[in-house]
Nanobody, 124 residues
Framework: QVQLVESGGGLVQAGGSLRLSCAAS????????MGWFRQAPGKEREFVTA?????????YYADSVKGRFTISRDNAKNTVYLQMNSLKPEDTAVYYC????????????????WGQGTQVTVSS
């Protein structure tokens, strides 16, 4: 059982940066792969990025954010981060943190635990 709480969302100008945090509580956080998804108004939830349970070298990014977003984790703090740079208006969405046991995945159906989401709005 894992509890997830996102924070760090807000309003930012295009080209700016924002850092999201996802604080996790529960059993053996380091054994869970973590992912970020987002859902824009009127659209389906989509995969953004994921990181393996070890956090050593397995990260995955959607093509739309590759080179701009960076996922990382600090197991000592039970926290996963999403650093977002060069933000674009099309990045506007509610961002959700998710967790699954061990291996990472890119499909939302693969994740067992979800946070409540945090709003990110990018103005042009």
């Amino acid at each position: 059982q894992v509890q997830l709480v996102e924070s760090g969302g807000g309003l930012v100008q295009a080209g700016g940066s924002l850092r999201l945090s996802c604080a996790a509580s529960g059993r053996t956080f380091s054994s869970y792969a973590m992912g970020w998804f987002r859902q824009a108004p009127g659209k389906e939830r989509e995969f953004v990025t994921a990181i393996s349970w070890s956090g050593a070298g397995s990260t995955y990014y959607a093509d739309s954010v590759k080179g701009r977003f960076t996922i990382s984790r600090d197991n000592a703090k039970n926290t996963v981060y999403l650093q977002m740079n060069s933000l674009k208006p099309e990045d506007t969405a509610v961002y959700y943190c998710a967790a699954r046991y061990l291996g990472p995945a890119m499909k939302e159906s693969e994740y067992s635990f979800w946070g409540q989401g945090t709003q990110v709005t990018v103005s042009s």
